[in-house]
C-alpha cells in the first residue's frame, strides 16, 4: 500500500505480519510524510533500511532483543534510514532529516541514520554517532 509520495507500508514491515492501524498512522504521519521532503531535496532515492521500521514486540523478543526497542512504536517510533551513496551524502542527509523532521534522536551508522522521538533529557535534539554494534557518543545537541 503506497502511503506517501515515496514510501509504501510494506517498507516498514520488519515481520511481514499485520500492522496495527494505530503503528499504520504513525508511520505515515511521523516517518513517511516527513521524510518525502528530505527525498525530494535531496534529490536522490531515500528508503528505510533493512530490519528497520516496524517491529512487532513478539519480533524482538524471537530475535533475543528486549522488547523495548523504539521500534515497537510503543511510542512514535523509530527508522533507520539509508539514501543512495550514503556515504556521499551523509552530511547533506543528516541535515535534510533535522530540517524536515521532528525527530529527537538521530545515530549516524556507517550506512544509515536511525531516528526517533524517543524524549531527551535536555529538551533538545541529541545527534550521535554509532559503532556498527550500536554504541552511541552524544556528539551535540541542538534546538528544534
Not at 44 to 52: D, E, G
Amino acid at each position: 500500500m503506497k502511503i506517501s509520495k515515496h514510501f509504501w507500508l510494506e517498507e516498514f514491515n520488519i515481520s511481514g505480519g499485520t500492522i496495527p492501524d494505530h503503528v499504520r498512522m504513525r508511520i505515515i504521519n511521523l516517518h513517511a510524510i516527513p521524510m518525502d521532503a528530505v527525498r525530494e531535496e535531496l534529490g536522490v532515492k531515500v528508503w528505510p533500511s533493512l530490519k528497520s521500521g516496524y517491529r512487532p514486540v513478539w519480533w524482538e523478543k524471537q530475535h533475543k532483543r528486549s522488547g523495548k526497542s523504539q521500534h515497537t512504536y510503543e511510542g512514535k517510533g523509530a527508522n533507520d534510514w539509508t539514501c543512495t551513496n550514503f556515504k556521499k551524502n551523509k552530511d547533506k542527509f543528516l541535515e535534510l532529516i533535522l530540517k524536515h523532521t521532528k525527530y529527537t534522536r538521530l545515530a549516524v551508522y556507517s550506512g544509515f541514520i536511525h531516528c526517533d522521538y524517543k524524549e531527551t533529557q535536555s529538551g533538545k535534539r541529541q545527534i550521535f554517532s554509532s559503532t556498527k554494534d550500536s554504541v552511541w557518543t552524544l556528539e551535540k545537541e541542538i534546538d528544534f
